[in-house]
């Protein structure tokens, strides 16, 4: 029995290449139990002849479905070959899958691990918990929820990964050349970790919540790896590839229980192996609790990336229920991590289905102020229609691509002529300059701009200017340079896709608002 697992396909939602941490867990976990199994990433690898192989297995994911599976479409499939899917887009998805895909054998429900051993060592078997196999000449759909790992697999499962057999030097090489020769090495030299199975919150927007439920039936609860096991995993990583200067904990809440946090920290402290390593971190900014903070600066703790998702109330609570803006707590709990030298990175979905253009302009203002104190923004302009989610359930709802449109119409053409603009002008800026830095904050400054131009709304716009010089985007020039750089090309993207030349009437009043 060979095994071969793929991961997403042609398609990515980061700025920054990364390994699909799934498939490399999957392939370790059988590896242990005898298999042969061989894991690829199509963004740097190449698919092998898939003819050798027994079993052949999908990552899919949203923004790379439609890649993934018209590469197994045209497989030619030997006899008793299987082809199947797994991750969120096949949990939520997969009978669809089915019905426009017959290459696809079956789909891998939730976590993976239990039903895809089950399947190697017995291919034949159609009541495989956790597998859902596609209904194939005139037989119906067979389907067995499974089980969601228990506390001690899971540790035991994300502690043996080989990390080591995951080529993370060939990542960071690929995204210094994507940055330029003025890497930081802190920013591109990550290793991403999960220490949680699951997130414990339920917003209308995420599917995570969902996942283990549809897979299983049940809602396991959630389960942490203990401090000090998470600690060994550092120190382990840093021996092995003593390159890498950051780790990222993408769990969406690492800072509850407060217990397992502080634990952590100081077991971070306590080992001198990890003394020049940094860390991003993900969680809910009212879970810090205030004993945090030097440990944090101590630990090497540099960005929290905090879901505050929105500053308007009506947006926030379309994206979930019940939860309420408190800008003023914020502020002040964002005033404090920066004091720290804790970087707070604000996570923002800008627009809803039911957003209204004021309701999108009172969040960006707002992320304009805190980018001026020096808070790093992740803007999103829509919401995305992730499988699964209680959003993408909504029958009135009407999504283009990945993207959930604002009923308002107004607004829906400001996002669309953003985006345009902010492709354009991408072009415009490679074909001049070859490589741009293009952080999180540097994108999310750009569609705050855009908006403010093509509203005319002239004292914001300038601001935004002002602080281009803070996030440097094009390479080798210095800090005041870089809105002079860009000035054109801005001007350029807004006069091609309204369909004005800079000479024109409209285009002499867009530059005087520049």
Known sequence: MKILLIGPMGGTDKMYFAPP???????????????????????????????????????????????????????????????????YEATFSYRSIFENNPCVDAAVLGEGEYALLELAQDPSRRTIKGI????????????????????????????????????????????????????DPYETRTIRLYVKNRCGFKCDFCSSANFHSAATGETPAV????????????????????????????DDEIFAPKTFITGL????????????????????????????YPLMKDAGFQTLILGLENFSQNILSELALGKVVRYQEYSE???????????????????????KLEDV????????????????????????????????????????GFNLLPFDLRLRELLKKTDDI????????????????IKSSTRSLIFVLIMNLLLERKEPAERCWKLFAQWPLVPNLAANEQADAIRPGILDSLGSVSGLS????AGEALMEVI
Not at 52 to 63: K, M, N, Q
Not at 147 to 174: C, H, M, Q
Not at 225 to 247: Q, S
Not at 502 to 505: L, T
């Open 223 to 250: 389960l942490t790896i203990e401090p000090d096991d998470v600690a060994g995993l550092l120190v382990r990583l840093v021996k092995a590839f003593p390159e890498v200067r950051t780790f990222f904990f993408q």
């Open 333 to 355: 709990r964002i005033g404090t991590l920066l004091e720290w030298g804790l970087i707070p990175f604000v996570n923002i979905i800008l627009s809803t289905p039911g957003a």
């Open 265 to 292: 920290l100081k077991e971070i402290i306590g080992k001198p192996e990890l003394e020049d390593i940094r860390y991003i971190c993900q969680g809910r900014i009212d879970a810090i609790h205030p004993s945090l």
């Open 422 to 437: 902010y492709n354009h002008f991408l072009e415009w800026g490679f074909e001049n300059y070859e490589t741009l830095k």
């Open 502 to 505: 800079g000479r024109s009437r």
């Open 21 to 87: 941490l799934g498939i490399h867990r999957l392939r370790s976990y059988l590896d242990s139990h005898g298999f042969r199994v061989d894991a690829v990433d199509p963004t740097i690898q190449d698919i092998p002849d898939t003819d050798p192989y027994d079993i052949i297995g999908y990552s899919i994911l949203a923004w790379s479905a439609d890649n993934s599976l018209e590469h197994a479409a045209n497989i030619r499939k030997r006899e008793g070959q299987l082809i199947i899917v797994g991750g």
């Open 361 to 400: 302009l009172e969040t960006t203002d707002r992320c304009l102020v805190e980018m001026e104190r020096g808070v790093e923004i992740g803007m999103n302009l829509y919401t995305n229609n992730w499988a699964g989610s209680a959003m993408s359930q909504r029958k009135d709802y009407e999504s283009e």
């Open 132 to 183: 859902a196999w596609a209904p194939r000449d005139g037989e119906p759909e067979v389907l067995a929820l499974g089980n969601s790992l228990s506390g001690p697999d899971f540790a035991r499962v994300t502690l043996d990964t080989d990390y080591e057999g995951i080529p993370f030097p060939e990542y960071w090489k690929r995204n210094e050349a994507k940055i330029g020769p003025d890497f």
